[in-house]
Protein backbone atom coordinates (compact mmCIF):
# COMPACT_ATOMS: atom_id res chain seq x y z
CA UNK A 1 0.00 0.00 0.00
CA UNK A 2 1.77 3.07 -0.87
CA UNK A 3 1.76 6.19 1.13
CA UNK A 4 -0.80 7.68 -0.62
CA UNK A 5 -3.70 5.24 -0.15
CA UNK A 6 -2.74 4.09 3.29
CA UNK A 7 -5.49 3.28 6.32
CA UNK A 8 -7.07 6.45 7.99
CA UNK A 9 -5.41 8.97 4.67
CA UNK A 10 -7.76 11.08 2.16
CA UNK A 11 -7.45 8.72 -0.61
CA UNK A 12 -8.70 5.58 1.30
CA UNK A 13 -11.61 7.74 2.48
CA UNK A 14 -12.43 8.36 -0.94
CA UNK A 15 -12.17 5.55 -2.80
CA UNK A 16 -14.22 3.98 0.09
CA UNK A 17 -17.17 6.76 -0.16
CA UNK A 18 -17.18 6.34 -3.95
CA UNK A 19 -17.10 2.41 -3.85
CA UNK A 20 -19.82 2.66 -1.40
CA UNK A 21 -22.01 5.11 -3.55
CA UNK A 22 -21.21 3.00 -6.95
CA UNK A 23 -22.10 -0.56 -4.99
CA UNK A 24 -25.42 1.14 -4.21
CA UNK A 25 -25.86 3.02 -7.50
CA UNK A 26 -25.05 -0.27 -9.60
CA UNK A 27 -27.63 -2.15 -7.66
CA UNK A 28 -30.86 -0.12 -7.75
CA UNK A 29 -29.53 0.27 -11.34
CA UNK A 30 -29.47 -3.08 -11.86
CA UNK A 31 -32.90 -3.78 -9.98
CA UNK A 32 -34.56 -1.37 -12.03
CA UNK A 33 -33.31 -2.62 -15.64
CA UNK A 34 -33.92 -6.51 -14.63
CA UNK A 35 -37.09 -5.23 -13.21
CA UNK A 36 -37.87 -3.36 -16.48
CA UNK A 37 -36.79 -5.71 -18.86
CA UNK A 38 -38.37 -8.56 -17.38
CA UNK A 39 -41.78 -6.58 -17.45
CA UNK A 40 -40.99 -5.95 -20.87
CA UNK A 41 -40.13 -9.53 -21.96
CA UNK A 42 -43.94 -10.67 -20.61
CA UNK A 43 -46.10 -7.77 -21.75
CA UNK A 44 -43.70 -9.46 -25.21
CA UNK A 45 -45.10 -13.07 -24.05
CA UNK A 46 -48.05 -12.03 -23.49
CA UNK A 47 -48.71 -10.53 -26.38
CA UNK A 48 -47.65 -13.60 -28.09
CA UNK A 49 -50.71 -16.00 -26.31
CA UNK A 50 -53.11 -12.85 -26.87
CA UNK A 51 -52.68 -13.76 -30.65
CA UNK A 52 -53.83 -17.22 -29.46
CA UNK A 53 -56.24 -16.18 -27.29
CA UNK A 54 -57.98 -13.76 -30.02
CA UNK A 55 -57.98 -16.83 -32.30
CA UNK A 56 -59.95 -18.91 -30.45
CA UNK A 57 -62.40 -16.25 -29.20
CA UNK A 58 -63.32 -15.69 -32.50
CA UNK A 59 -63.98 -18.82 -33.45
CA UNK A 60 -66.17 -19.20 -30.07
CA UNK A 61 -68.47 -16.10 -31.38
CA UNK A 62 -69.21 -17.32 -35.07
CA UNK A 63 -69.78 -20.77 -33.89
CA UNK A 64 -73.55 -21.49 -33.96
CA UNK A 65 -75.92 -20.36 -30.47
CA UNK A 66 -75.30 -23.50 -27.66
CA UNK A 67 -72.60 -24.97 -29.54
CA UNK A 68 -69.19 -25.14 -27.93
CA UNK A 69 -67.11 -26.30 -30.84
CA UNK A 70 -63.68 -27.43 -31.13
CA UNK A 71 -61.27 -24.79 -32.58
CA UNK A 72 -59.91 -25.58 -35.39
CA UNK A 73 -57.56 -22.73 -35.79
CA UNK A 74 -55.31 -23.45 -33.31
CA UNK A 75 -53.03 -26.11 -35.20
CA UNK A 76 -50.12 -24.89 -34.05
CA UNK A 77 -47.63 -28.08 -33.07
CA UNK A 78 -46.77 -26.79 -29.79
CA UNK A 79 -50.52 -27.42 -29.03
CA UNK A 80 -50.91 -30.75 -30.06
CA UNK A 81 -48.09 -32.07 -28.28
CA UNK A 82 -49.29 -34.07 -24.94
CA UNK A 83 -47.91 -32.25 -22.36
CA UNK A 84 -46.00 -29.81 -24.43
CA UNK A 85 -45.80 -26.98 -21.91
CA UNK A 86 -48.16 -25.14 -24.09
CA UNK A 87 -52.12 -25.43 -23.41
CA UNK A 88 -55.04 -23.68 -24.22
CA UNK A 89 -58.87 -23.79 -22.57
CA UNK A 90 -62.52 -23.22 -23.24
CA UNK A 91 -64.34 -23.45 -19.94
CA UNK A 92 -68.00 -22.12 -19.80
CA UNK A 93 -69.05 -20.56 -16.34
CA UNK A 94 -71.23 -22.49 -14.70
CA UNK A 95 -71.03 -25.43 -17.01
CA UNK A 96 -69.84 -29.02 -15.74
CA UNK A 97 -66.93 -31.29 -17.84
CA UNK A 98 -68.90 -31.52 -20.96
CA UNK A 99 -68.32 -27.71 -21.20
CA UNK A 100 -64.85 -28.04 -21.52
CA UNK A 101 -62.97 -27.82 -24.39
CA UNK A 102 -58.84 -27.94 -23.57
CA UNK A 103 -55.69 -28.31 -26.39
CA UNK A 104 -54.96 -31.71 -27.52
CA UNK A 105 -51.61 -30.53 -25.71
CA UNK A 106 -53.19 -31.42 -22.34
CA UNK A 107 -54.80 -34.86 -22.27
CA UNK A 108 -56.01 -34.78 -18.64
CA UNK A 109 -57.18 -32.42 -16.26
CA UNK A 110 -57.80 -28.51 -16.50
CA UNK A 111 -55.82 -25.46 -16.39
CA UNK A 112 -56.39 -23.33 -13.40
CA UNK A 113 -58.75 -20.16 -13.59
CA UNK A 114 -56.99 -17.17 -12.75
CA UNK A 115 -59.91 -15.32 -11.61
CA UNK A 116 -60.83 -17.96 -9.23
CA UNK A 117 -56.98 -17.33 -8.07
CA UNK A 118 -58.07 -13.32 -7.35
CA UNK A 119 -56.07 -12.26 -10.76
CA UNK A 120 -58.27 -9.28 -11.37
CA UNK A 121 -58.38 -6.83 -15.11
CA UNK A 122 -59.93 -3.98 -16.03
CA UNK A 123 -63.44 -4.57 -18.03
CA UNK A 124 -62.39 -5.72 -21.85
CA UNK A 125 -58.52 -6.43 -20.47
CA UNK A 126 -57.19 -9.96 -20.42
CA UNK A 127 -56.04 -11.44 -17.33
CA UNK A 128 -52.13 -12.46 -16.83
CA UNK A 129 -50.06 -14.58 -14.23
CA UNK A 130 -48.57 -17.42 -13.18
CA UNK A 131 -50.21 -20.52 -12.73
CA UNK A 132 -49.26 -24.46 -12.14
CA UNK A 133 -49.07 -26.81 -14.95
CA UNK A 134 -49.89 -30.23 -14.89
CA UNK A 135 -46.40 -31.44 -14.44
CA UNK A 136 -46.58 -28.94 -11.65
CA UNK A 137 -44.42 -26.52 -13.96
CA UNK A 138 -44.62 -22.87 -13.87
CA UNK A 139 -47.23 -21.46 -16.95
CA UNK A 140 -47.47 -17.90 -17.90
CA UNK A 141 -51.29 -17.87 -18.90
CA UNK A 142 -53.85 -14.97 -20.10
CA UNK A 143 -57.07 -15.30 -19.89
CA UNK A 144 -60.36 -13.73 -21.38
CA UNK A 145 -64.34 -13.61 -20.21
CA UNK A 146 -66.33 -14.03 -23.18
CA UNK A 147 -70.16 -13.47 -22.52
CA UNK A 148 -72.52 -14.96 -26.16
CA UNK A 149 -75.41 -14.13 -24.58
CA UNK A 150 -78.49 -16.69 -23.02
CA UNK A 151 -76.77 -17.54 -20.39
CA UNK A 152 -73.29 -18.59 -22.82
CA UNK A 153 -70.31 -17.03 -20.66
CA UNK A 154 -66.72 -18.91 -20.94
CA UNK A 155 -63.75 -18.03 -19.75
CA UNK A 156 -61.28 -18.81 -22.46
CA UNK A 157 -57.44 -19.26 -21.46
CA UNK A 158 -54.26 -19.77 -23.21
CA UNK A 159 -50.77 -20.68 -21.02
CA UNK A 160 -46.94 -21.49 -22.12
CA UNK A 161 -44.70 -23.33 -19.99
CA UNK A 162 -42.27 -20.08 -18.62
CA UNK A 163 -38.54 -21.43 -18.77
CA UNK A 164 -38.58 -19.86 -22.37
CA UNK A 165 -39.96 -16.18 -20.68
CA UNK A 166 -37.57 -16.86 -17.55
CA UNK A 167 -34.60 -17.95 -19.59
CA UNK A 168 -34.49 -15.08 -21.88
CA UNK A 169 -34.87 -12.98 -18.62
CA UNK A 170 -31.69 -15.01 -16.94
CA UNK A 171 -29.85 -14.06 -19.98
CA UNK A 172 -30.36 -10.86 -20.29
CA UNK A 173 -29.53 -10.56 -16.28
CA UNK A 174 -26.05 -12.78 -16.95
CA UNK A 175 -25.38 -9.69 -19.33
CA UNK A 176 -26.80 -6.82 -17.33
CA UNK A 177 -24.05 -8.11 -14.63
CA UNK A 178 -21.11 -8.35 -16.48
CA UNK A 179 -21.83 -4.78 -17.65
CA UNK A 180 -22.16 -3.71 -14.24
CA UNK A 181 -19.07 -5.33 -13.65
CA UNK A 182 -17.11 -3.79 -15.87
CA UNK A 183 -18.60 0.02 -15.49
CA UNK A 184 -17.91 -0.95 -11.65
CA UNK A 185 -14.16 -1.70 -12.70
CA UNK A 186 -14.17 1.32 -15.09
CA UNK A 187 -15.76 3.79 -12.37
CA UNK A 188 -12.69 2.73 -9.79
CA UNK A 189 -10.16 3.23 -12.37
CA UNK A 190 -11.48 6.57 -12.87
CA UNK A 191 -12.15 7.24 -9.34
CA UNK A 192 -8.58 5.95 -8.72
CA UNK A 193 -6.93 8.69 -10.85
CA UNK A 194 -9.10 11.28 -9.92
CA UNK A 195 -7.94 10.99 -6.43
CA UNK A 196 -4.32 10.40 -7.44
CA UNK A 197 -4.73 13.68 -9.42
CA UNK A 198 -6.97 15.88 -7.13
CA UNK A 199 -4.98 14.63 -3.97
CA UNK A 200 -1.65 15.65 -5.63
CA UNK A 201 -1.39 19.47 -4.61
CA UNK A 202 -1.31 17.28 -0.61
CA UNK A 203 1.15 15.73 -1.84
CA UNK A 204 3.18 18.13 -3.19
CA UNK A 205 2.53 20.33 -0.14
CA UNK A 206 4.24 17.37 2.10
CA UNK A 207 7.12 16.72 0.10
CA UNK A 208 7.56 21.00 0.06
CA UNK A 209 7.22 21.10 4.11
CA UNK A 210 9.88 17.98 3.80
CA UNK A 211 12.23 20.58 2.02
CA UNK A 212 11.16 22.78 4.47
CA UNK A 213 12.54 21.03 7.49
CA UNK A 214 15.61 19.90 5.41
CA UNK A 215 16.30 23.13 4.71
CA UNK A 216 16.65 22.78 0.88
CA UNK A 217 13.85 25.72 0.92
CA UNK A 218 12.43 28.44 3.33
CA UNK A 219 9.18 28.70 2.19
CA UNK A 220 6.17 26.83 0.33
CA UNK A 221 7.17 28.00 -3.47
CA UNK A 222 4.85 26.89 -6.17
CA UNK A 223 1.15 27.60 -7.27
CA UNK A 224 -1.57 25.98 -5.56
CA UNK A 225 -5.65 25.55 -6.04
CA UNK A 226 -7.63 28.21 -4.46
CA UNK A 227 -8.81 25.84 -2.07
CA UNK A 228 -5.16 24.92 -0.52
CA UNK A 229 -3.65 28.22 -1.24
CA UNK A 230 -4.93 29.43 1.69
CA UNK A 231 -3.53 26.56 4.03
CA UNK A 232 0.27 27.23 2.00
CA UNK A 233 -0.34 31.28 3.05
CA UNK A 234 -0.51 29.86 6.72
CA UNK A 235 2.10 27.63 6.56
CA UNK A 236 4.76 30.32 5.25
CA UNK A 237 3.63 32.87 7.61
CA UNK A 238 4.12 30.42 10.46
CA UNK A 239 7.81 29.58 9.36
CA UNK A 240 8.46 33.15 9.06
CA UNK A 241 6.85 33.78 12.20
CA UNK A 242 8.97 31.35 14.30
CA UNK A 243 12.51 32.17 11.96
CA UNK A 244 11.52 35.96 13.54
CA UNK A 245 11.35 34.40 17.03
CA UNK A 246 14.27 32.24 17.45
CA UNK A 247 16.22 35.50 16.07
CA UNK A 248 15.15 37.36 18.57
CA UNK A 249 15.58 35.28 20.90
CA UNK A 250 19.33 34.62 19.58
CA UNK A 251 19.51 38.27 19.80
CA UNK A 252 18.43 38.15 23.61
CA UNK A 253 20.46 35.22 24.32
CA UNK A 254 23.90 37.26 22.79
CA UNK A 255 22.72 40.99 24.79
CA UNK A 256 22.10 38.56 28.03
CA UNK A 257 26.34 36.83 27.30
CA UNK A 258 27.77 40.20 26.92
CA UNK A 259 25.59 41.47 30.15
CA UNK A 260 26.71 39.35 32.40
CA UNK A 261 30.24 38.73 31.06
CA UNK A 262 31.81 41.91 32.15
CA UNK A 263 30.19 41.77 35.65
CA UNK A 264 31.51 38.57 35.94
CA UNK A 265 35.17 39.64 35.01
CA UNK A 266 34.83 42.40 37.18
CA UNK A 267 34.19 40.57 40.65
CA UNK A 268 36.90 38.00 39.22
CA UNK A 269 39.41 40.77 38.84
CA UNK A 270 39.04 42.60 41.70
CA UNK A 271 38.84 38.94 44.14
CA UNK A 272 41.71 38.03 42.41
CA UNK A 273 44.08 41.29 43.94
CA UNK A 274 43.14 39.62 47.74
CA UNK A 275 43.45 36.59 49.72
CA UNK A 276 40.91 37.06 52.86
CA UNK A 277 38.00 34.53 52.95
CA UNK A 278 35.53 36.98 51.33
CA UNK A 279 37.97 37.18 48.14
CA UNK A 280 38.41 33.60 48.09
CA UNK A 281 34.36 33.08 48.39
CA UNK A 282 33.75 35.72 45.62
CA UNK A 283 36.32 34.06 43.40
CA UNK A 284 34.78 30.43 43.80
CA UNK A 285 31.24 31.75 43.58
CA UNK A 286 32.31 33.94 40.28
CA UNK A 287 33.67 30.70 38.66
CA UNK A 288 30.34 28.88 39.29
CA UNK A 289 28.42 31.28 37.89
CA UNK A 290 30.59 31.66 35.03
CA UNK A 291 30.47 28.12 34.40
CA UNK A 292 26.40 27.81 35.13
CA UNK A 293 26.15 31.23 32.90
CA UNK A 294 27.97 29.52 29.90
CA UNK A 295 26.34 26.27 30.24
CA UNK A 296 23.31 27.74 30.50
CA UNK A 297 23.96 30.51 27.30
CA UNK A 298 25.24 27.69 25.40
CA UNK A 299 22.03 25.42 26.22
CA UNK A 300 20.13 28.34 24.81
CA UNK A 301 22.35 28.65 21.96
CA UNK A 302 21.55 25.25 21.19
CA UNK A 303 17.58 25.32 21.76
CA UNK A 304 17.24 28.27 19.78
CA UNK A 305 19.47 26.74 16.47
CA UNK A 306 18.03 23.42 17.29
CA UNK A 307 14.10 24.96 17.00
CA UNK A 308 14.48 26.88 13.53
CA UNK A 309 14.16 24.29 10.02
CA UNK A 310 17.35 22.35 10.30
CA UNK A 311 19.82 22.07 7.47
CA UNK A 312 22.17 18.99 6.05
CA UNK A 313 25.13 18.06 6.76
CA UNK A 314 27.50 14.61 5.19
CA UNK A 315 28.77 12.66 8.36
CA UNK A 316 32.02 10.95 6.98
CA UNK A 317 33.72 14.13 6.42
CA UNK A 318 32.97 15.68 9.80
CA UNK A 319 33.93 12.28 11.30
CA UNK A 320 36.87 11.65 9.79
CA UNK A 321 38.43 15.19 10.43
CA UNK A 322 37.74 15.08 13.36
CA UNK A 323 39.09 11.34 14.27
CA UNK A 324 42.35 12.90 12.14
CA UNK A 325 42.70 16.08 14.53
CA UNK A 326 41.62 14.38 17.79
CA UNK A 327 45.15 11.75 16.87
CA UNK A 328 47.36 14.43 15.68
CA UNK A 329 46.63 16.02 19.29
CA UNK A 330 47.24 13.09 21.08
CA UNK A 331 50.46 11.64 18.90
CA UNK A 332 52.41 12.26 21.92
CA UNK A 333 50.65 9.52 23.51
CA UNK A 334 50.33 7.19 20.41
CA UNK A 335 46.22 7.25 20.75
CA UNK A 336 45.21 5.28 17.25
CA UNK A 337 41.92 6.29 16.11
CA UNK A 338 40.49 3.53 13.92
CA UNK A 339 37.43 4.68 12.35
CA UNK A 340 34.29 2.87 10.58
CA UNK A 341 31.94 5.20 8.58
CA UNK A 342 28.67 3.22 6.46
CA UNK A 343 28.96 6.03 3.22
CA UNK A 344 25.96 8.45 2.54
CA UNK A 345 24.86 9.54 5.89
CA UNK A 346 23.69 12.48 6.60
CA UNK A 347 22.62 14.07 9.57
CA UNK A 348 19.35 16.59 9.99
CA UNK A 349 20.54 19.16 11.44
CA UNK A 350 23.53 21.77 12.16
CA UNK A 351 27.77 20.79 10.80
CA UNK A 352 28.55 22.60 13.68
CA UNK A 353 26.09 20.72 16.70
CA UNK A 354 27.73 17.32 14.86
CA UNK A 355 31.17 18.71 15.43
CA UNK A 356 30.52 19.60 18.66
CA UNK A 357 28.59 16.66 19.96
CA UNK A 358 31.23 13.84 18.13
CA UNK A 359 34.25 16.29 19.19
CA UNK A 360 33.37 16.00 22.88
CA UNK A 361 33.10 12.56 22.41
CA UNK A 362 36.38 11.68 20.86
CA UNK A 363 37.85 13.92 23.20
CA UNK A 364 37.16 12.23 25.79
CA UNK A 365 38.12 8.93 24.56
CA UNK A 366 41.64 10.01 23.64
CA UNK A 367 41.70 11.50 26.94
CA UNK A 368 40.67 7.95 29.10
CA UNK A 369 42.35 5.43 26.55
CA UNK A 370 45.08 3.65 26.67
CA UNK A 371 46.00 2.87 23.03
CA UNK A 372 43.10 3.12 20.72
CA UNK A 373 39.64 4.64 20.51
CA UNK A 374 37.36 2.87 17.58
CA UNK A 375 34.35 5.35 16.06
CA UNK A 376 31.58 3.73 14.19
CA UNK A 377 28.55 4.95 12.46
CA UNK A 378 26.31 3.37 11.08
CA UNK A 379 22.28 3.72 10.13
CA UNK A 380 19.61 1.79 12.28
CA UNK A 381 16.27 2.86 14.06
CA UNK A 382 15.88 5.62 16.81
CA UNK A 383 13.50 4.63 19.52
CA UNK A 384 11.02 7.25 18.52
CA UNK A 385 7.08 7.54 18.34
CA UNK A 386 7.44 8.93 14.56
CA UNK A 387 9.74 5.66 13.60
CA UNK A 388 12.21 8.41 12.11
CA UNK A 389 15.75 7.23 10.63
CA UNK A 390 18.34 7.24 12.71
CA UNK A 391 22.01 7.03 12.55
CA UNK A 392 24.60 5.85 15.47
CA UNK A 393 27.81 7.24 16.24
CA UNK A 394 29.64 4.20 18.48
CA UNK A 395 33.00 5.53 20.28
CA UNK A 396 34.74 3.15 21.97
CA UNK A 397 37.92 3.13 24.26
CA UNK A 398 40.29 0.96 25.69
CA UNK A 399 40.62 2.86 28.93
CA UNK A 400 39.43 2.23 32.33
CA UNK A 401 35.63 2.70 31.84
CA UNK A 402 32.90 3.23 34.09
CA UNK A 403 31.03 1.83 36.23
CA UNK A 404 26.73 1.60 35.88
CA UNK A 405 26.72 4.02 39.37
CA UNK A 406 29.25 6.73 37.75
CA UNK A 407 27.74 6.51 34.55
CA UNK A 408 24.40 8.10 35.44
CA UNK A 409 26.32 11.31 36.70
CA UNK A 410 27.18 11.96 33.49
CA UNK A 411 24.02 13.86 32.92
CA UNK A 412 24.55 16.19 35.64
CA UNK A 413 25.08 19.91 35.11
CA UNK A 414 29.28 20.30 35.39
CA UNK A 415 29.88 17.39 37.27
CA UNK A 416 33.16 15.74 37.03
CA UNK A 417 34.63 12.23 36.59
CA UNK A 418 37.80 12.91 37.38
CA UNK A 419 39.57 16.52 38.50
CA UNK A 420 42.72 14.42 37.47
CA UNK A 421 41.44 15.20 33.36
CA UNK A 422 41.61 18.88 32.14
CA UNK A 423 38.17 20.16 30.93
CA UNK A 424 35.28 22.05 32.59
CA UNK A 425 33.12 18.52 33.12
CA UNK A 426 30.36 20.12 30.53
CA UNK A 427 31.26 18.24 27.37
CA UNK A 428 29.41 15.21 27.93
CA UNK A 429 25.64 17.03 29.82
CA UNK A 430 26.10 19.46 26.19
CA UNK A 431 26.13 16.01 24.40
CA UNK A 432 23.28 14.65 26.14
CA UNK A 433 21.50 17.69 25.76
CA UNK A 434 22.04 18.40 22.17
CA UNK A 435 21.11 14.89 21.45
CA UNK A 436 17.90 15.17 23.09
CA UNK A 437 17.18 18.37 21.40
CA UNK A 438 17.40 16.96 18.34
CA UNK A 439 14.75 14.18 19.35
CA UNK A 440 18.25 11.34 19.90
CA UNK A 441 19.12 10.41 22.33
CA UNK A 442 22.96 9.78 24.54
CA UNK A 443 23.73 6.34 26.22
CA UNK A 444 27.08 4.75 27.96
CA UNK A 445 28.02 1.14 28.43
CA UNK A 446 31.03 -0.94 28.45
CA UNK A 447 33.16 -1.15 25.23
CA UNK A 448 34.14 -4.56 23.98
CA UNK A 449 38.07 -3.34 23.75
CA UNK A 450 37.26 -3.11 27.75
CA UNK A 451 36.91 0.44 28.05
CA UNK A 452 33.87 3.13 27.80
CA UNK A 453 31.58 3.19 25.14
CA UNK A 454 29.55 6.27 24.04
CA UNK A 455 26.76 6.06 21.37
CA UNK A 456 25.45 9.00 20.05
CA UNK A 457 21.52 8.39 18.19
CA UNK A 458 20.87 11.33 15.84
CA UNK A 459 18.17 11.66 12.97
CA UNK A 460 19.21 10.83 9.41
CA UNK A 461 18.24 12.97 6.39
Known sequence: MTDEAKPGSLAVRLMLSAIAIMLVVLTLVGLVLSGLYRNAAERSFDRRLDIYLKTIVAELANAAPGQLPQPQAMADPLFLFPNSGWYWQVAKVGGGPQDHRTSPSLPSGMLPILSEMGVEAPPGRMRQGYAAGPLGETLRAVERDLDLGKDERFVVSVAAVSSELEEEIS??????????????????????????????????????????????????????????????????????????????????????????????????????????????????????????????LERARMAARVSVVAGLCEVTPVVTSLARTMEKINRARDIAIDVKVVDDVRFRGERQDIEEMVGNLIDNACKWASTRVEVEVCIGRGRSVSDRVFFHVIIDDDGPGLDPARRADVGRRGRRLDESKPGSGLGLSIVQELATLYGGRFDLGAAPIGGLRCELVLPAA
Open 171 to 296: AFNLVLVGTLVVLAIAFLVVVLIQVRYGLRPLARISQALAAVRSGKTERLDGAYPEEIAPLVREVNMLVDANREIVERARTHVGNLAHALKTPLSVLMNEAGTRDDPLAVLVRDQAGVMRDQVAHH
